[in-house]
């Protein structure tokens, strides 16, 4: 099973981080929610050995490490990811062919988004788990998303760049929730 690492507060107010094994992000939400945890991150932890073996899934306290630098998003040179439509040849021929996101994996993409959200992580750290966990396209259209929202725009502004992918309902649907919270 995936090893997660999560950071949050407990009910004391206390800082704590650490690391726990569950089979989706969902499930670990979940049950970290479930302990009094008022989770600020989540994600898919590093390669770390094989330190939980035989903890039977429940969390464990590690010490503050030196982590590498958060990357950075790649900007252009006004500072932010590109807003503007892309090449219609892109968006029409080449984008449908080449690497299509099948609706499986937007409906996997959107409950898991989901429950990340009503666990209170935020939407740039939601994007970027959710992200490395995808693959081909969808993997490429929510990184450079993550960098909308680094940049201070909604996530419909990086989605509205790939008409391909997420139809005119889903950017509907994903345009109400932002004005409605």
């Given at each position: ?48 050995g094989d330190p939980l073996s035989g903890s039977g899934g429940s969390p464990v306290t590690v010490q503050p490490s030196v982590r590498e630098p958060a990357r950075q998003p790649e900007f252009l040179g006004d500072g ?102």
């Amino acid at each position: 099973m995936p090893v997660f690492e999560y950071s949050g507060q407990d009910s004391s107010g206390k800082q704590v981080r650490g690391h726990i094994v569950g089979e989706s992000l969902d499930m670990v939400s979940r049950r970290l929610a479930d302990q009094g945890l008022v989770i600020s991150q989540l994600g898919m932890a590093q390669s770390m050995g094989d330190p939980l073996s035989g903890s039977g899934g429940s969390p464990v306290t590690v010490q503050p490490s030196v982590r590498e630098p958060a990357r950075q998003p790649e900007f252009l040179g006004d500072g932010a990811p590109p807003t503007e439509a892309r090449h219609r040849f892109e968006t029409d021929f080449v984008g449908p062919l080449v690497g299509g996101v099948s609706l499986g994996k937007l409906h996997f993409f959107f409950r898991q988004l989901g429950a990340m959200l009503n666990a209170g992580i935020e939407v740039r750290q939601a994007l970027e788990t959710l992200g490395m966990q995808s693959d081909g396209k969808l993997r490429s259209v929510l990184m450079e998303t993550r960098d909308h929202v680094a940049a201070g725009r909604p996530m419909s502004a990086g989605f509205q760049r790939y008409p391909e992918v997420f139809s005119p309902l889903m950017m509907a649907l994903v345009r109400a929730g932002e004005k409605g919270g």
